[in-house]
């Protein structure tokens, strides 16, 4: 049986060797190409809301997109999930419980509390949202062959992962170690 060596990841495909640390030049190219990204998907984020036959805006339509996903859950699990406050959670859900998008179930395990729960509508809003994404997609992947796909897939929820993993450090200030991250003169 195959096994992967250290420092390598397991794509399915073939194991990749990657390097004990990644050198100070590379890392960087990788940062600012994850900015040129965050930039570009900016621009075009309204444009890809627009295309949809709602009119949703997008950080609703992120509260739908987890609560079609996920399934029901409380609003304070919501709020958790896409990492935001609370009352702004509970702002934009009574905004899309109005509009028929989501509704409120009681908790089958203690009736006091209430669930989150797409309806209908709001389903067929994140159908129609992931299929645009989905096509946008695979204009963007036109022309790659299957192993680059699944080969960036993999490297990209890697990445997501420990973004996801280091995300309270950046938060903080402090890196991995647990000393404080150097701060820029001013």
């Known amino acids: ?10 794509v399915g495909i073939e194991d990749i060797a990657l390097p004990d640390s990644a050198d100070a030049a590379d890392v960087a190219d990788v940062a600012d190409s ?26 609703a ?5 987890r609560l079609a996903a996920e399934g029901p859950m409380r609003s304070s699990a919501l709020a958790e999930l ?30 006091r509390a209430s669930m989150l729960a797409v309806t209908a509508t709001g389903q067929q809003v994140y159908e129609d949202h992931k299929r645009i994404r989905n096509e946008h997609y695979q204009q963007l992947l036109a022309g790659w062959d299957h192993a680059e796909v699944r080969l960036f897939a993999a490297q990209l929820a890697r990445f997501a992962d420990r973004f996801d993993q280091t ?19 001013t």
């Open 82 to 111: 896409v990492q935001s406050d609370p009352s702004t959670v509970s702002r934009q859900v009574a905004a899309l419980v109005k509009d028929g998008l989501v509704e409120r179930r009681a908790d089958p395990v203690d009736g």
């Open 167 to 185: 995300r309270p450090n950046w938060l903080r200030g402090v890196t991995d170690s647990g000393s404080e991250a150097p701060q820029e003169e």
């Open 34 to 59: 994850i900015v040129r990204l965050i930039r570009s998907f900016s621009r075009i984020k309204a444009q890809i809301m627009s295309e949809a036959t709602h009119n949703v805006e997008w950080a």
């Open 61 to 65: 339509s992120m509260l739908i997109n």
């Open 1 to 10: 049986m195959p096994t992967t060596p250290p420092h390598s990841i397991a």
